[in-house]
C-alpha cells in the first residue's frame, strides 16, 4: 500500500461546480497534513494545512479523520483558475525521526470548464 | 519574505560536465529540502538538511552531491549525470522540528525550480 494515495482523477468539473478531493494515509503516526496545488510547469504552493478541527478559507474546507487516516478537500463554486494537480501531504514529522519527512500523495488534476 | 529562490531556472548540460543548483531562503528556517520531479509525478524527496547536517539522504546516486554552507543556502552539485536525470528540481524550506509551540504545522515552501535537461 502506497503511504499517501489520492483519487486518481483526473476531475473535469464545470464553473461553479462544487469537487472534493479525497486523500488516506498509512502511517497513523503522521503528526501533520496539507493540501499543496500546482500548477503546470510550476512549483507546488500551500492552499491549506489541515486541522484536527477542520478549517476553511473562503471557498476551500479541509477536513481530517485521524481515526479512519483520511484528508479531504472540499471546493466550493469552483473558477477556471482553480485547474490545477492538487497535492496530499503528510508530514512525518519527528515520528521516527528528529527531522521532517514529507511524503506527497501522486496528485489528483482539476480541470473547470466554462 | 516569504520567498525560496532558485538558480539558474533552466540548465542543459552534457553528461561529462559539472554544474551546481542553488537555493537560497531568509525566513529564518531549519530545514532545506531537495526533491526531483519528473511529469505528471509528485515531488521526490532527495535530501533533507536540518539545522544545516544531511539527515536525509533518500539513496540518491552519488553523482548528485548536496551542500548546505549555512542555514540560508543549499546547494545541489552536479557531475556525470544521466539523461534520464532530466527533471525539475525543487528545493524547499519549512522551519524544521518539533512542531512550533505558537503553532501552525511547519509548513514547507517550495523555490520555483530549476528545468535541468541532461544531453
Known amino acids: 500500500r502506497k503511504e499517501v494515495e489520492q483519487d486518481p482523477g483526473p476531475f473535469n468539473v464545470p464553473e461553479g461546480a462544487t469537487v472534493a478531493f479525497n486523500c488516506t494515509y498509512s502511517?497513523?503516526?503522521?503528526?501533520?497534513f496539507f493540501w499543496y496545488r500546482q500548477d503546470c510547469r510550476k512549483e507546488p504552493k500551500l492552499l491549506m494545512s489541515?486541522?484536527?478541527s477542520g478549517n476553511e478559507d473562503g471557498r476551500f474546507t479541509a477536513q481530517l479523520n485521524r481515526a479512519s487516516q483520511y484528508i479531504s478537500l472540499l471546493i466550493r463554486d469552483s473558477k477556471l483558475s482553480d485547474s490545477a494537480t492538487y497535492l496530499c501531504?503528510?508530514?512525518?514529522?519527528?515520528?521516527?525521526?528528529?527531522?521532517?519527512?514529507?511524503?506527497f500523495g501522486p496528485g489528483t488534476s482539476l480541470s473547470v470548464i466554462p | 519574505d516569504t520567498e525560496v529562490t532558485q538558480t539558474p531556472k533552466h540548465l542543459v548540460m552534457g553528461m561529462t560536465n559539472k554544474k551546481s543548483l542553488k537555493c537560497e531562503q531568509h525566513?529564518?528556517?531549519?530545514?532545506m529540502y531537495w526533491y526531483k520531479q519528473k511529469a505528471k509525478k509528485p515531488p521526490e524527496l532527495m535530501f533533507v538538511?536540518?539545522?544545516?547536517?544531511?539527515?536525509i539522504n533518500e539513496s540518491v546516486p552519488s553523482r548528485f552531491s548536496p551542500e548546505c554552507p549555512n542555514s540560508s543556502l543549499l546547494n545541489l552539485h552536479l557531475h556525470a549525470l544521466q539523461p534520464e536525470d532530466s527533471a525539475l528540481y525543487l528545493c524547499?524550506?519549512?522551519?524544521?522540528?518539533?512542531?512550533?509551540?505558537?503553532?501552525?504545522?511547519?509548513?514547507?515552501?517550495f523555490g520555483p525550480g530549476t528545468r535541468l535537461t541532461v544531453l
Open positions: 502511517n497513523s503516526a503522521s503528526q501533520s
Open positions: 489541515v486541522y484536527s
Open positions: 501531504v503528510v508530514n512525518l514529522e519527528g515520528v521516527e525521526t528528529s527531522y521532517d519527512k514529507v511524503i
Open positions: 524547499a524550506s519549512s522551519q524544521g522540528p518539533p512542531v512550533p509551540s505558537s503553532g501552525g504545522n511547519n509548513e514547507q515552501f
Open positions: 538538511y536540518s539545522y544545516e547536517k544531511l539527515s
Open positions: 525566513m529564518g528556517h531549519r530545514a
